[in-house]
């Protein structure tokens, strides 16, 4: 079992930058794929980022130059530093995580954190 827990999301202007954080507990935190998705409201959940249990790392296209993803084991912790906000990126951000595996679908994921609000406005 491993519970996720978000943080560092907010308000910032377009352009502007922040660092999310999915802190995890449990063991084997090394083994875990860990992956990023957002929803903004009225849309489907779609996939960010993520980055496997050997560190190899992808990412939307919509995101790709802008955001990136890393992780630290010996913190149990993994990162979304997200760079160039614009306006649509506003959406509430969840950090997900399977075992020795991940993915760009929500379904290849088995935990998920509550998610943490990122709003950029004009």
């Known amino acids: 079992q491993v519970q996720l827990v978000e943080s560092g999301g907010g308000l910032v202007q377009a352009g502007g930058s922040l660092r999310l954080s999915c802190a995890a507990s449990g063991r084997s935190f090394s ?14 959940r ?6 496997s249990w050997r560190g190899v790392t992808y ?23 997200l760079n160039s906000l614009k306006p649509e990126d506003t959406a509430v951000y969840y950090c997900a995580a399977r075992q020795y595996s ?16 990122v709003t950029v406005s004009s």
């Open 31 to 44: 083994s875990y794929g860990m992956g990023w998705f957002r929803q903004a409201p009225g849309k489907d």
């Open 46 to 51: 779609e996939f960010v980022a993520a980055i």
């Open 59 to 81: 990412d939307a296209d919509s995101v790709k130059g802008r955001f990136a993803i890393s992780r630290d084991n010996a913190k149990n912790t993994v990162y979304l530093q």
């Open 102 to 117: 991940s993915g760009r679908y929500a379904t290849d994921y088995d935990y998920w954190g509550q998610g943490t609000q």
